[in-house]
């Protein structure tokens, strides 16, 4: 007993003593204790003020009542050095709180948020570009632990560094189990108060979202979506209990750094709410959020007007125009933004024509958008007979073709120029993307040529230049170098040629594509 | 000499007598008269508010100043009944002048100013569709009468009903002579007086303008453009100037009815210009145009944001996008606005990418265009060796195939349903476009296929309906029926066959379509 006392007070001196710590891009959390009487939930107004010594500006953070009495503060500090933080309540046992704590350079493995780069791209925090090589589990985290735990570990073994999911539960084909937890109190399946959330829910959600971050996997979280059909009823609730349940996700969520907003799937479907609707709930989104996470929304067959402000890039659902760069290319003009075609099909055998591509089909999607200049989601649909799992909605595991094809696109864009590949001679039918002078890849798809004539647009190439040039079979994943080295030559007003008219040779079979890169 | 007085006098008692008379959408004009010293251009303001009896509301209209000592003011009405006016003048002499006239019915071929309608798609004021065939001659009002008839006497044998045309003259390849006229006072090339304009130089271009209207056709003044390239300046003149400039173009042109206002032609190529300056341009037209005409903006490589509230329609250059009904129709979803190709190359053979396509290319990106539920316009390069006249840019004859192929277009267009045609099924590829139901053009473009197994999208089809089926060859020019009628049966969750899964037969030739007519 005497023993125990003086761990305590020991643990107490060194609690008192050193400062909290937290990485740059972590999260600092505090907990405070208030009432659990009356509805938290909308009597208590909480937020703290969050000031970096050294004079940089400050962020207003919202609070939020975790049940049981107690109310959390959460935070994620861009910048290292010293911070402190007051609370402001209605309730003054939570007001005037104060707190300090220091902010630590970030482990080697967090790269902080991911931000827009120069205007078509992303990048972390620090700098390291962000290629984004997205799936789909939309449903996933409602399927209990066993097979939650199996979607993780599939992940972690994936090329995929960003994962579509939805908060609230899905009803759908293929996907009619009731979920474990719902996010408010009350009784399935409609009862619900929707002034009270169930702090376990999200307890579990965000969890969920910790463990995507740990392994390198961006969380775009799918706020509404209209796959409940009343079911439940949270595809339709009233504006009030909408906007209340984003400030409450917001609050609880900012403060992790791998979290995208995506304001909804397929927002035209959900025939309850308005443009003028989503404008509101984007905003309420962008205004909250002190860390300015990442925020679009998904189209059914109407697009969202992502010029807005608060969009930062599109998301986009269109099976077609990953089919031909020159379609793809066409966002990218109108938007100005980054463009992620989120949804294009899915590999698999379901009996919907969105539903059964091959894995060669889908790739070749991924492969156009690249050439685009855009990024490209996968999803897989095939049938599981024995459980009724299909990757697309629950997770498990993956048995489609395309990952490993995507693992090795992903290993070709990362030994890509950093500042992102954009396409050369747009509106040409070039196929072509990378950066003018330095880096070209060029796709051929559908098409088997058998050879290709050497030929650069005439952007930043100058007579002499010298290229070096490798045949990429994206299938069969090899890069193959052709002997030789290019010279370039004018041809044209627009085109540079090798001085040989010499040709790259080609095995005369689709899914091709070449890496052209400047010698020094 | 007596018989002179008693003549002007029984024409004095008749102007008293008689009220003046205007067809609705026609020009009232009234003259005042005014000082001619100072400068008139800056030194006087001169407005006029219209009213109609009845409560309608009234519409203030600027008046300008005409050179020696006239002042008008136009304005187009839009009602028929009585009117009148007040004019409001910093001059006394100008100041509170009232007058009345009637409006009466327009005459059978005055279908008013084309408006936006259906979102997608075009219409006279009286409801008459219009399907844009447009064309573009971008100098041809500088190249003096006898060209310029010339060109008259080619459009009213054309199939146009639009054309493309700069207010400034313009200085680029083929196009270097001098114009007989300029906009501004002073002296060529660029000693100009900016705050006085030269009435004689917008007297002859409302007079060509006047003339279009009276052929048919739709004028899209350029309002800026950049093949000056500082040779006269007008492409890079101060903030001021440029919006005094647009205020007199309105004034004296809004009251033309088939006035649009194209704010520039590859805007981005204007490195004088800011998108913020764009934006204030297009807001000056906006706020001082009366009648409201269409207004856009064509693009270089760089697209203007058009889903900005001032811009009525997409005016674009793509030289590709319509060689894919796939790709045009995504600038339909960017912009829910018309959609319209106003430059996608050249019928021609001038050594330059985008001036020589041959006509089959051209005819075929409109024949995309329309199934993609958007509108295409013509432009013809040849080179003339004799007098250096490109329709392009000069106007004159047209020598290229493909008018008369654009001429089989309207008629089928004209015989087609009158809200316009918008895609069936669009993302998958169908190259249709139609009324869901009711009528479908499918085309093949270079396909060449030698049946067609009939299938239509299940939207507004039941089983039983039943279908004519005609061949148009779109370069011959012919339109065969299919024997036989074609019934509806549901083949899948998304199409129905025909319920004998009978195929329409094809020559196995390119640039064919269907045309698919539900029988009564």
């Given at each position: 007993?005497?023993?125990?006392?003086?761990?305590?007070?020991?643990?107490?001196?060194?609690?008192?003593?050193?400062?909290?710590?937290?990485?740059?891009?972590?999260?600092?959390?505090?907990?405070?204790?208030?009432?659990?009487?009356?509805n938290?939930f909308v009597?208590?107004?909480?937020?703290?003020?969050?000031?970096?010594?050294?004079?940089?500006?400050?962020?207003?953070?919202?609070?939020?009542?975790?049940g049981?009495?107690?109310?959390?503060?959460?935070?994620?500090?861009?910048?290292?050095?010293?911070?402190?933080?007051?609370?402001?309540?209605?309730?003054?046992?939570?007001?005037?709180?104060?707190?300090?704590?220091?902010?630590?350079?970030?482990?080697?493995?967090?790269?902080?948020?991911?931000?827009?780069?120069?205007?078509?791209?992303?990048?972390?925090?620090?700098?390291?570009?962000?290629?984004?090589?997205?799936?789909?589990?939309?449903?996933?985290?409602?399927?209990?632990?066993?097979?939650?735990?199996?979607?993780?570990?599939?992940?972690?073994?994936?090329?995929?560094?960003?994962?579509?999911?939805?908060?609230f539960p899905?009803?759908?084909?293929?996907?009619?189990?009731d979920p474990p937890l719902y996010p408010f109190a009350g009784k399935p399946p409609t009862h619900w108060d929707y002034s009270r959330f169930n702090p376990s829910f999200f307890?579990?959600?965000?969890?969920?979202?910790?463990?995507?971050?740990?392994?390198?996997?961006?969380?775009?979280?799918?706020?509404?979506?209209?796959?409940d059909?009343?079911r439940w009823g949270f595809?339709?609730m009233e504006?009030?209990v909408?906007?209340r349940y984003?400030?409450?996700?917001?609050?609880?969520?900012?403060?992790?750094?791998?979290?995208?907003?995506?304001?909804?799937?397929?927002?035209?479907?959900?025939?309850?709410?308005?443009?003028?609707?989503?404008?509101?709930?984007?905003?309420?989104?962008?205004?909250?959020?002190?860390?300015?996470?990442?925020?679009?929304?998904?189209?059914?067959?109407?697009?969202?007007?992502?010029?807005?402000?608060?969009?930062?890039?599109?998301?986009?659902?269109?099976?077609?125009?990953?089919?031909?760069?020159?379609?793809?290319?066409?966002?990218?003009?109108?938007?100005?933004?980054?463009?992620?075609?989120?949804?294009?099909?899915?590999?698999?055998?379901?009996?919907?024509?969105?539903?059964?591509?091959?894995?060669?089909?889908?790739?070749?999607?991924?492969?156009?958008?690249?050439?685009?200049?855009?990024?490209?989601?996968?999803?897989?649909?095939?049938?599981?007979?024995?459980?009724?799992?299909?990757?697309?909605?629950?997770?498990?595991?993956?048995?489609?073709?395309?990952?490993?094809?995507?693992?090795?696109?992903?290993?070709?864009?990362?030994?890509?120029?950093?500042?992102?590949?954009?396409?050369?001679?747009?509106?040409?039918?070039?196929?072509?993307?990378?950066?003018?002078?330095?880096?070209?890849?060029?796709?051929?798809?559908?098409?088997?040529?058998?050879?290709?004539?050497?030929?650069?647009?005439?952007?930043?190439?100058?007579?002499?230049?010298?290229?070096?040039?490798?045949?990429?079979?994206?299938?069969?994943?090899?890069?193959?170098?052709?002997?030789?080295?290019?010279?370039?030559?004018?041809?044209?007003?627009?085109?540079?040629?090798?001085?040989?008219?010499?040709?790259?040779?080609?095995?005369?079979?689709?899914?091709?594509?070449?890496?052209?890169?400047?010698?020094?």
């Open positions: 007993m005497i023993r125990f006392l003086f761990l305590l007070i020991l643990a107490i001196v060194a609690r008192a003593a050193a400062p909290t710590v937290v990485e740059r891009w972590g999260i600092f959390e505090t907990e405070l204790r208030g009432p659990a009487d009356g938290p009597d208590v107004n909480l937020t703290a003020v969050f000031t970096p010594t050294g004079g940089a500006p400050s962020r207003e953070v919202a609070g939020f009542y975790d049981n009495g107690v109310y959390r503060l959460r935070f994620m500090p861009e910048t290292v050095g010293s911070w402190s933080f007051v609370t402001h309540s209605n309730l003054p046992s939570l007001d005037a709180q104060t707190g300090k704590f220091v902010v630590t350079a970030a482990a080697t493995n967090n790269h902080g948020p991911v931000r827009v780069r120069d205007t078509f791209h992303f990048a972390y925090a620090d700098g390291t570009p962000f290629r984004q090589i997205g799936t789909t589990c939309y449903a996933w985290t409602h399927q209990g632990d066993a097979l939650e735990e199996q979607t993780l570990r599939t992940l972690a073994a994936s090329p995929f560094n960003k994962l579509r999911m939805c908060v899905k009803n759908y084909d293929w996907n009619k189990n307890q579990h959600l965000e969890r969920r979202i910790a463990q995507l971050g740990s392994l390198g996997l961006e969380a775009d979280l799918i706020l509404f979506h209209p796959y059909k009343g595809d339709r504006a009030t909408d906007d984003l400030r409450y996700v917001v609050a609880r969520l900012a403060a992790y750094r791998n979290v995208w907003w995506s304001l909804a799937n397929e927002y035209d479907f959900m025939k309850e709410k308005t443009e003028n609707d989503w404008d509101r709930l984007f905003q309420i989104v962008q205004r909250t959020d002190p860390h300015d996470h990442l925020r679009s929304i998904h189209n059914g067959t109407m697009l969202y007007n992502h010029t807005q402000p608060w969009v930062t890039h599109a998301s986009i659902q269109n099976g077609a125009a990953v089919l031909d760069a020159e379609r793809a290319v066409l966002y990218r003009d109108a938007y100005r933004k980054p463009i992620v075609f989120d949804e294009v099909k899915y590999e698999g055998d379901i009996p919907r024509r969105w539903g059964n591509l091959t894995a060669e089909e889908l790739v070749l999607r991924f492969w156009m958008g690249t050439v685009a200049g855009t990024y490209v989601g996968h999803g897989e649909t095939y049938l599981h007979p024995d459980d009724d799992v299909l990757w697309w909605s629950k997770g498990g595991t993956l048995r489609g073709q395309s990952p490993a094809r995507l693992a090795f696109l992903r290993r070709v864009l990362e030994d890509s120029p950093p500042g992102g590949l954009n396409p050369i001679d747009k509106w040409q039918d070039t196929h072509t993307a990378g950066v003018p002078g330095e880096y070209y890849l060029v796709y051929f798809g559908h098409e088997k040529p058998a050879q290709w004539l050497f030929a650069l647009h005439k952007d930043r190439v100058k007579e002499g230049d010298r290229f070096a040039v490798e045949v990429i079979d994206t299938w069969s994943m090899t890069i193959s170098r052709t002997p030789g080295v290019f010279v370039a030559k004018k041809r044209d007003a627009y085109t540079f040629e090798d001085q040989g008219q010499k040709a790259v040779h080609l095995p005369g079979l689709p899914y091709h594509a070449l890496r052209i890169r400047r010698l020094p």
